[in-house]
């Protein structure tokens, strides 16, 4: 199993379809909105131990689901792990579940499962992504000790602009569960109470979301072999690159379709939609240096400078 990580509006739908472009990799997208846990949402270090079953038998169901909105995030690749008869089948299963959901019966949606249709001899790789899972990044770590992790950080100020963006564009929810980020040991040992976040603007609720969500990640996961920390930069500046190290580091083969994925969807010049994984990469990283202002950078910055994730400011 193969979990790729991080914060919200941080490459991770680039990421992951980078990876879904691999013929043996079976993607799931974001499962854990679809089917939740009782698992919190933030494990510190010394809790590790308590939940590591629980999360492992929590991320085996993760890969079992199979609503549309999970198993078909577009674009999507042909695939090693079936023939050309299950492909059939399973696209057609699929347009049929995605147009079941679209019947609201009662006021609810419909909803629909769509089989694996998998060749029993095949490899197959799954593959899941997530945006909530930044707290508990160390336990399922542990969890996969078989298994690989990539967690992607964006440049604090680029994840500021693109939420804030995101916020208002309507785009993105305004409310960005201050009390839950209050409550994190990173937030306690700062002083950072859930009044003092509502005290602070759009700009810098977000700049500290952005350091307290990547702080428990990187320190649950400090020193494990199975887990890569992929700094966003590079993965725009030159996402080839980037792409063959991460596939080496999780054992997965370089393959034509991941390259021509690659560069169709990294040097296309802005397309105006705010989800898109088809853009221009360079343009992409960069972006934040003419759309805040030179005020909201510093104030960015004296935040993220408060941590010790220094190494991640650099571009």
Request: aromatic share 8%; hydrophobic share 40%.
């Amino acid at each position: 199993m193969i979990l790729l990580l991080g914060s919200a509006r941080s490459g991770t739908t680039w990421l992951a379809k980078i990876f879904d472009s691999h013929p043996d990799v079976l993607y799931r997208h974001e499962p854990d909105f679809t089917l939740t846990t009782t698992l919190p949402p933030f494990i510190t270090a010394d809790a590790l131990d308590q939940y590591a079953d629980s999360a492992r038998d929590y991320l085996e169901q993760l890969c079992d689901v199979r609503e549309p909105q999970v198993i078909a995030k577009r674009p999507l690749f042909p695939k090693r792990y079936r023939t050309s008869t299950q492909h059939l089948l399973w696209y057609s299963h699929l347009a049929l579940a995605t147009g079941l959901r679209r019947i609201p019966v009662l006021g609810t949606r419909l909803k629909a499962s769509v089989p694996a249709y998998l060749n029993p001899e095949a490899t197959v790789r799954p593959v899941i992504k997530s945006v909530m899972s930044m707290g508990r990044a160390g336990v399922y770590a542990r969890a996969v000790a078989e298994g690989h992790v990539v967690i992607i950080i964006r440049h604090i100020c680029g994840y500021v602009e693109s939420v804030v963006r995101g916020v208002r564009l309507g785009k993105m929810p305004g409310a960005l569960h201050l009390n839950m980020l209050a409550s994190m040991p990173q937030a306690q040992r700062r002083g950072l109470s859930a009044d003092r976040l509502r005290g602070m603007d759009l700009v810098e609720q977000c700049a500290w979301r952005w350091v307290l969500q990547n702080e428990i990640a990187l320190e649950t996961t400090r020193g494990l072999k199975n887990t890569m920390i992929l700094k966003h930069d590079d993965l725009c500046d030159n996402p080839m690159a980037a792409a063959q190290k991460m596939f080496a580091f999780c054992g997965l083969d370089w393959n034509d379709q991941t390259a021509t994925f690659i560069a169709a969807s990294s040097g296309q010049s802005e397309n105006g939609q705010y989800f898109s994984v088809y853009r221009s990469s360079a343009d992409e990283a960069h972006k934040w240096r003419t759309s805040l202002t030179r005020e909201e950078q510093k104030r960015i910055l004296a935040i993220a400078h408060a941590s010790e994730l220094a190494a991640f400011l650099q571009s």
